[in-house]
Nanobody
Framework: QVQLVESGGGLVQAGGSLRLSCAAS????????MGWFRQAPRKEREFVAG????????YYVDSVKGRFIISRDNAKNTLYLQMNILKPEDTAVYYC????????????????????WGQGTQVTVSS
């Protein structure tokens, strides 16, 4: 089991920044590829970014590319999402998720491809 706890969400004006954190416990964090997802009201959960187990590879969806940065500190068992130039359409509950080490790819946009999830943290961007 891997336990994930997100933090860092909040209310911010458009153009501002937030840094989300995801603290992991349980099994060896560095064995897992990680991802960030978000879910806005009445919408499906959407993949945002992924990072490989030791942080060498990253992937972003087009809507956040150039604005968001995913990173991890395996010594601290923590995943991060730095969000810059935030827009109202970034408003959502943000979730971190762990993808098992036996998967062939380090990320997938399909939520079913992740084994463990955090409880989410709310991000609200006002216009």
């Amino acid at each position: 089991q891997v336990q994930l706890v997100e933090s860092g969400g909040g209310l911010v004006q458009a153009g501002g920044s937030l840094r989300l954190s995801c603290a992991a416990s349980g099994r060896t964090f560095s064995n897992y590829n990680m991802g960030w997802f978000r879910q806005a009201p009445r919408k499906e959960r959407e993949f945002v970014a992924g990072i490989s187990s030791i942080g060498l590879l990253t992937y972003y969806v087009d809507s956040v590319k150039g604005r968001f940065i995913i990173s991890r500190d395996n010594a601290k068992n923590t995943l991060y999402l730095q969000m810059n130039i935030l827009k109202p359409e970034d408003t959502a509950v943000y979730y971190c998720a762990a993808r098992g080490p036996l998967q062939s790819d380090y990320y997938t946009p399909d939520p079913k491809g992740y084994d463990y999830w955090g409880q989410g943290t709310q991000v609200t961007v006002s216009s």
